[in-house]
């Protein structure tokens, strides 16, 4: 089985910067698009950010500009550096990645999310 794990989360204070990562591990022969999604009590879980193999990413215009998605793929992480960040960017941050298991086809994992709280 493929695991992914959120770390990195925590309380901060409006304007200062937080760090998160994603480590994948199990029966893993090849990720493709690795993702950062994120939701909130009463609404939907939306895309942050996402990044593919060849390391071509995109962000949802509330983060452009203040937060990086990158990866690693001889450690199999994915890290969110989120600066200036903002009250409205609180919730639970989920990793999400498209992964080939040896011999098998792609499947889609989540992690199991890690809070985000922004606040003074």
């Known amino acids: 089985q493929v695991q992914l794990v959120e770390s990195g989360g925590g309380l901060v204070q409006p304007g200062r910067s937080l760090r998160l990562s994603c480590t994948a591990s199990g029966r893993i022969f090849r990720i493709y698009t690795m993702s950062w999604f994120r939701q909130v009590p009463g609404k939907r879980r939306e895309l942050v950010a996402r990044?593919?193999?060849?390391?071509?990413?995109d962000y949802s215009d509330f983060v452009k500009g203040r937060f990086t998605i990158s990866r690693d793929d001889a450690a199999n992480t994915m890290s969110l550096q989120m600066n200036s960040l903002k009250p409205e960017d609180t919730g639970i941050y989920y990793c999400?990645?498209?992964?080939?298991?040896?011999?098998?086809?792609?499947?889609?994992?989540w992690g199991q999310g890690t809070q985000v709280t922004v606040s003074s």
């Open positions: 990044i593919l193999r060849d390391g071509e990413s």
């Open positions: 999400n990645g498209d992964i080939q298991r040896p011999g098998l086809g792609v499947d889609n994992f």
